[in-house]
C-alpha cells in the first residue's frame, strides 16, 4: 500500500507538468494561428513581434515547471549580459534545450530563442511545424546537409529583423555514458583527423556553426560558448552517468545545474571553415577540461562546480507563473464546453496533418 502511493506520488510529479504542457499546445497553436492569419497583410516585423511574445508566454510557462515547481538550483559562472543581443548559442549537448530557455528569460530574450534542429523533428505534432515558423532552422546530417538552404532561411530572418538567439548543438547528438560505440567512434574520428581526444564532450561539426557565423556575422553582437553540467550524475563508482530525463528533471531528481558563459566577440573567431573547425574544436577542448574537474577532480572538493566565482540565480515566479494561469486558463475554459472540446480535438488532428503537410513542402 505504502509502496503504491510513493509510486503514485512520484508519477503524479511528472504527470502534472507534462499535462499541462502538453495540454495547452492546441490552445497556443490556435492564438498564434489566429495572429498568423491576422497578420498576413502586415509587415512581416509585426507578426515576428507578436510572435515572440507569444512564444515567451508558452516558455515562461514551462519554465515554471522546470525551475520553480521542480525547486533546482540554478548556478552561473562567467559573464551574462544583462542586455538582450542578437547572438549564436554553442553548448555541449545533454538534456539542454530548456537551459538556453533558463539564460535568455535572465537577459528577457526569451521570445528571441529559435534553434538549429536535428530534421527528423520536424515531425513532431503541432511543435514541429510551429519551430520552423519561428524561425529555426532543421538540418541533416553529413552530406545531406543543405547549407544554401539554411543560409536562405537565415537571410530571409535577418531580413525581416528578427531578433537572434540561435542556438547550436555542435555535437549534432547527445553526450550518453550509456551509448559507449558513439563515443568511441567521435574520438576514433578525432584521432584521425589529429584532433585532442575529448572525454566529456563529442567532437563536434562545424558545419552548421560556420554556415550560421558566416551568414549573420554582421547581425550578431556575439557567440555565447556555454557549458552545462547537471550534479547528481556520478555513480558510486565514480562513473559518469546519463544527464536527468525530462522526467528526472521534473520529479525533482536534479538538485543543481552549472552553466558556464563564455561571451566571444565575432572577431576573434576565424572566417574560413577550415580554421572555424579547429576554433571550435578547441573551445570544446576548453568545455572537457571544465567537465574533467567537475566530474573527475582528484580533490573532492573542487568536484561539482566550475572554476570561479559563481551566482545562485532564482527565477522569480513573476516571470513564469502568470503565463501558466494565462494558458492554463485559456485551456480549461476551451475543455468546458462541447464545441470548445471538439476544437481541441481538431486542433490536434488537422493542426497535426497540416504542419506534416507544410514542413514536408516548404524547408
Same mark, same amino acid.
Given at each position: 500500500?505504502?509502496?503504491?502511493?510513493?509510486?503514485?506520488?512520484?508519477?503524479?510529479?511528472?504527470?502534472?507538468?507534462?499535462?499541462?504542457?502538453?495540454? %495547452?499546445?492546441?490552445?497556443?497553436?490556435?492564438?498564434?494561428?489566429? !495572429? $498568423? /492569419?491576422?497578420?498576413? +497583410?502586415?509587415?512581416?516585423?509585426?507578426?515576428?513581434?507578436?510572435? =515572440?511574445?507569444?512564444y515567451t508566454i508558452y516558455q515562461s510557462m514551462v519554465l515554471f515547471f522546470f525551475e520553480?515547481?521542480?525547486?533546482?538550483?540554478?548556478?552561473?559562472?562567467? =559573464?551574462?549580459?544583462?542586455?538582450?543581443?542578437?547572438?549564436?548559442?554553442?553548448?555541449?549537448?545533454?538534456?539542454?534545450?530548456?537551459?538556453?530557455?533558463?539564460?535568455?528569460? $535572465?537577459?528577457?530574450?526569451?521570445?528571441? +530563442? $529559435?534553434?538549429? /534542429?536535428?530534421? #527528423?523533428?520536424? !515531425? /513532431?505534432?503541432?511543435?514541429?511545424?510551429?519551430? &520552423?515558423?519561428?524561425?529555426?532552422?532543421?538540418?541533416?546530417r553529413s552530406a545531406k546537409f543543405n547549407e544554401k538552404e539554411m543560409r536562405a532561411k537565415? $537571410?530571409?530572418?535577418?531580413?525581416?529583423?528578427?531578433?537572434?538567439?540561435? +542556438?547550436?548543438?555542435?555535437?549534432?547528438?547527445?553526450?550518453?555514458?550509456?551509448?559507449?560505440?558513439?563515443?568511441? *567512434?567521435?574520438?576514433?574520428?578525432?584521432?584521425?583527423?589529429?584532433?585532442?581526444? @575529448?572525454?566529456?564532450?563529442?567532437?563536434?561539426?562545424?558545419?552548421? %556553426?560556420?554556415?550560421?557565423?558566416? %551568414?549573420?556575422? *554582421?547581425?550578431? *553582437?556575439?557567440?555565447?560558448?556555454?557549458?552545462?553540467?547537471?550534479? #547528481?550524475?556520478?555513480?558510486?563508482?565514480?562513473?559518469?552517468?546519463?544527464?536527468? &530525463?525530462?522526467?528526472?528533471?521534473?520529479?525533482?531528481?536534479?538538485?543543481?545545474?552549472?552553466?558556464?558563459?563564455?561571451?566571444?566577440?565575432?572577431?576573434?573567431?576565424?572566417?574560413?571553415?577550415?580554421?572555424?573547425?579547429?576554433?571550435?574544436?578547441?573551445?570544446?577542448?576548453?568545455? *572537457?577540461?571544465? @567537465?574533467?574537474?567537475?566530474y573527475d577532480a582528484k580533490d573532492s572538493k573542487r568536484r561539482n562546480k566550475f572554476p570561479?566565482?559563481?551566482?545562485?540565480?532564482?527565477?522569480?515566479?513573476?516571470?513564469?507563473?502568470?503565463?501558466?494561469?494565462?494558458?492554463? #486558463?485559456?485551456?480549461?475554459?476551451?475543455?468546458?464546453?462541447?464545441?470548445?472540446?471538439? @476544437?481541441?480535438?481538431?486542433? !490536434?488532428?488537422?493542426?497535426?496533418?497540416?504542419?506534416?503537410?507544410? +514542413?514536408?513542402?516548404?524547408?
Amino acid at each position: 500500500m505504502l509502496l503504491s502511493l510513493v509510486l503514485h506520488t512520484y508519477s503524479m510529479r511528472y504527470f502534472l507538468p507534462a499535462a499541462v504542457m502538453m495540454g %495547452t499546445a492546441p490552445t497556443y497553436v490556435l492564438a498564434w494561428g489566429a !495572429w $498568423r /492569419l491576422l497578420s498576413a +497583410v502586415l509587415p512581416a516585423r509585426f507578426y515576428r513581434e507578436v510572435d =515572440d511574445r507569444l512564444y515567451t508566454i508558452y516558455q515562461s510557462m514551462v519554465l515554471f515547471f522546470f525551475e520553480n515547481y521542480a525547486g533546482v538550483q540554478v548556478i552561473i559562472y562567467g =559573464d551574462l549580459p544583462k542586455n538582450k543581443e542578437n547572438i549564436i548559442y554553442l553548448s555541449n549537448h545533454q538534456f539542454d534545450w530548456i537551459i538556453a530557455d533558463m539564460l535568455a528569460i $535572465r537577459q528577457n530574450a526569451l521570445g528571441h +530563442v $529559435r534553434y538549429v /534542429l536535428k530534421d #527528423g523533428l520536424k !515531425w /513532431l505534432p503541432l511543435y514541429g511545424w510551429y519551430f &520552423s515558423q519561428h524561425g529555426g532552422v532543421y538540418v541533416k546530417r553529413s552530406a545531406k546537409f543543405n547549407e544554401k538552404e539554411m543560409r536562405a532561411k537565415l $537571410r530571409a530572418q535577418m531580413k525581416a529583423e528578427t531578433p537572434m538567439y540561435l +542556438v547550436i548543438f555542435p555535437e549534432g547528438t547527445r553526450y550518453n555514458p550509456e551509448i559507449p560505440k558513439v563515443i568511441a *567512434d567521435s574520438q576514433s574520428f578525432a584521432e584521425k583527423e589529429g584532433l585532442a581526444v @575529448l572525454k566529456h564532450v563529442l567532437t563536434p561539426r562545424v558545419k552548421a %556553426t560556420h554556415v550560421a557565423i558566416d %551568414t549573420m556575422k *554582421d547581425y550578431l *553582437d556575439a557567440v555565447y560558448d556555454v557549458t552545462v553540467a547537471y550534479e #547528481g550524475t556520478v555513480d558510486h563508482k565514480g562513473q559518469r552517468k546519463l544527464a536527468p &530525463s525530462m522526467t528526472e528533471f521534473l520529479c525533482k531528481e536534479c538538485p543543481r545545474v552549472h552553466i558556464f558563459i563564455d561571451r566571444i566577440e565575432l572577431k576573434d573567431i576565424p572566417e574560413e571553415q577550415m580554421y572555424m573547425r579547429r576554433w571550435l574544436h578547441e573551445r570544446f577542448e576548453i568545455k *572537457d577540461k571544465l @567537465l574533467i574537474e567537475f566530474y573527475d577532480a582528484k580533490d573532492s572538493k573542487r568536484r561539482n562546480k566550475f572554476p570561479g566565482k559563481s551566482v545562485h540565480s532564482k527565477l522569480s515566479l513573476k516571470k513564469t507563473l502568470p503565463s501558466l494561469l494565462f494558458l492554463g #486558463g485559456l485551456t480549461a475554459s476551451m475543455l468546458l464546453t462541447e464545441s470548445g472540446r471538439k @476544437l481541441y480535438v481538431k486542433t !490536434w488532428i488537422y493542426g497535426t496533418l497540416i504542419g506534416c503537410l507544410w +514542413v514536408s513542402i516548404k524547408p
